[in-house]
């Protein structure tokens, strides 16, 4: 267990519909990062947040959003989905604002969009 | 931009067998890297980091890697692969400044018995 919880950790749902996705950091680190993995595309920055505000943008798409709460955990919405955003979506927290000393994941959260 | 190259997308190995997992990264300033492994169906795990100092770095299930500034390389070595090895690997970069790491497109790792 890394400390970094996601959930859920499938979710299998329609073109059109919205979904959130959850991620509580690890205890004390301030800093949540989202990412997007694929075969075709690997592994995609999407957002950062540090200590509830958007702190980096990577290739987020506009249908995609996200935020950051006091408690710090973090939702990611995705809506009006296509086909293609089928992946796994992974959470990964840091302590400070930069990821200089490396990130720890969650266990992700694969979804399927039919 | 940051940009990592790792030039594998699969190597194969039998157990016990020493492996080698290539990473190129692309800046010229400072420079911190760093190796990733995710099992299958988990996320990522930090397997070890460079950021300053002695250029040989190790993990604690007898992985290391060596940054070499000149070649511009970061490559992970085993001297010896087990079955539980098997995973996908993956190089990152952070540099220039900037908050988020660019990782490679991963390496699989496919050890046989």
């Known amino acids: 267990d890394s400390g970094v919880t996601q959930t859920p950790k499938h979710l299998i749902t329609a073109t059109g519909q919205r979904v959130t996705l959850r991620c509580s950091p690890r205890?004390?680190?301030?800093?949540v990062y989202w990412y997007q993995q694929s075969l075709d595309q690997g592994l995609q920055f999407l957002i950062q947040?540090?200590?509830?505000?958007?702190?980096a943008k990577g290739n987020i798409l506009e249908r995609f959003s996200a935020q950051q709460f006091p408690d710090l955990h973090s939702e990611l919405n995705l809506s009006s989905l296509e086909l293609g955003d089928s992946a796994l979506y992974f959470c990964?927290?840091?302590?400070?604002?930069?990821?200089?000393?490396?990130?720890?994941f969650g266990s992700g959260t694969r979804l399927t969009v039919v | 931009a940051q940009s990592v190259t790792q030039l594998d997308s699969q190597v194969p190995v039998f157990e016990e067998a020493p492996v080698e997992l290539r990473c190129n990264y692309s800046?010229?300033?400072?420079?911190?890297l760093f190796w990733y492994v995710q099992y299958p169906n988990q996320g990522l795990q930090l397997l070890l980091k460079?950021?300053?100092?002695?250029?040989l770095v190790e993990s604690i299930n007898g992985f290391e890697a060596e940054f070499n500034k000149s070649q511009t390389s970061f490559h992970l070595r085993k001297p010896s692969v087990h079955i539980s090895d098997t995973a996908e690997y993956f190089c990152?970069?952070?540099?220039?400044?900037?908050?988020?790491?660019?990782f490679g497109r991963g390496t699989s790792l496919i050890v046989h018995p």
């Open positions: 205890s004390g680190d301030l800093s």
């Open positions: 800046s010229s300033v400072s420079v911190y």
């Open positions: 460079y950021l300053s100092g002695s250029t």
């Open positions: 990964a927290s840091s302590a400070g604002g930069q990821s200089n000393y490396g990130y720890t």
């Open positions: 947040y540090y200590n509830g505000e958007e702190r």
């Open positions: 990152a970069e952070l540099s220039g400044g900037s908050y988020i790491p660019t």
